[in-house]
């Protein structure tokens, strides 16, 4: 089966605003400079919203086109018969409001559902990882490299859909930088562990602090 591109992929937003009963958010700002190491990252300084919610339709109240940009549906969340080993969306970290924001959530019931199979610090560590190290860390690249490269107002869809070398919608690749022959290639292994994990480290505590609501194990963690 052929990949589908982003243009392909995302969907016209059906969603009316909901409510959201159990949905918590917290606003994360974050800074970190690669100026003296990637010049095409540079300032990374953004902000995002941390979320946590007891089953799938939460991630719908964040923003008014959660569905354009992640493909999924409310109604199919609404109609999806979640347990805590399966849920139709257990962790997410994508697009709003026009490009302009970002979110991380996570499906509360579901990361209770794995920490029963694993243990409490390896769900967290899992999840943590997953999402804020890996997605999140490939969009704040992104976003990064956008506005200090090629001077693209990241408070629009531009960002998104910008051609970066290999076709709209294709972003920044990690691997060995600096290769002429994979010009889209702008995000070194070392940078992007780096930001990863400060990404991590960012979100932790919050993180932490949401999940104890779905792992007791976890109240006793100062």
Same mark, same amino acid.
């Given at each position: 089966m052929r990949a589908k591109t982003f243009n392909e992929f995302i969907r016209v937003n059906e969603a009316d605003a909901i409510e959201a009963p159990g949905l918590v958010t917290k606003i994360?700002?974050?800074e970190y400079d690669f100026s003296d190491v990637n010049k095409d990252i540079g300032l990374v300084k953004d902000s995002f919203t941390l979320a946590m919610s007891p089953d799938s339709t939460g991630v719908f109240a964040l923003g008014d086109d959660v569905e354009k940009f992640s493909g999924l549906k409310l109604k199919e969340a609404e109609e999806y &018969? +979640?347990?805590p080993d399966d849920a139709y969306i257990y962790g997410l970290c994508n697009i709003m409001n026009g490009g302009k924001d970002w979110y991380f959530w996570t499906n509360g019931n579901r990361l209770a559902g794995a920490a029963a199979k694993v243990g409490a610090w390896p769900a967290v560590i899992e999840q943590i990882s997953h999402e804020a190290g890996v997605h999140a860390a490939r969009k704040m690249a992104t976003r990064a490299i956008a506005k200090n490269k090629y001077g693209i107002d990241i408070n629009s869809e531009e960002w998104v859909k910008y &051609? =970066?070398?290999?076709? %709209? =919608?294709m972003w920044p690749a990690v691997g060995d930088a600096g290769d002429e022959k994979n010009p889209i290639v702008m995000i070194n +292994? +070392? &940078?992007?562990a780096t930001l990863g994990g400060k990404i991590c480290e960012a979100v932790a505590n919050d993180f932490i602090e949401m999940a104890k609501t779905y792992l007791? %194990?976890?109240k006793t963690i100062g």
């Open positions: 994360i700002n974050f &018969d +979640e347990t &051609d =970066y070398g290999s076709g %709209e =919608y +292994e +070392e &940078d992007f007791p %194990e976890l």
